[in-house]
């Protein structure tokens, strides 16, 4: 059975810190490029960070750049986006997305976790 469980979430500060973990099991793990969205109340789903299968490549959406990092222990199954000097408009639930790559796997299913709330209020 494919799962995907965040966890980390939480109200914080503005200006605090936390670190999301994606513990993913049922598939494997290293044949796929990992994802974090996010989606805030009355607006659409976000792409927030990527990371490829070895690690090697990450990208971020504008708005976290600099302040979130995304990272990979494929020795643990695990996904982490740390972040950093957080802000209001942070607040949203985060989602780990699991995309496989079609030289690594013939598996065409994409998979998605449950989300994690993340509050930054004063």
């Known amino acids: 059975q494919v799962q995907l469980v965040e966890s980390g979430g939480g109200l914080v500060q503005p200006g605090g810190s936390l670190r999301l973990s994606c513990a993913a099991s049922g598939f494997s793990f290293r044949r796929y490029n990992m994802r974090w969205h996010r989606q805030a109340p009355g607006k659409e789903r976000e792409l927030v960070a990527s990371i490829t299968t070895t690690g090697n490549n990450k990208n971020y959406a504008d708005v976290v750049r600099g302040r979130f990092t995304i990272s990979r222990d494929n020795g643990k199954n695990t996904l982490y986006l740390h972040m950093d000097a957080l802000k209001p408009e942070d607040t949203a639930v985060y989602y780990c997305?699991?995309?496989?790559?079609?030289?690594?796997?013939?598996?065409?299913?994409?998979?998605w976790g449950q989300g994690t709330q993340v509050t930054v209020s004063s």
């Open positions: 997305n699991a995309v496989p790559v079609p030289v690594l796997t013939p598996k065409k299913d994409v998979y």
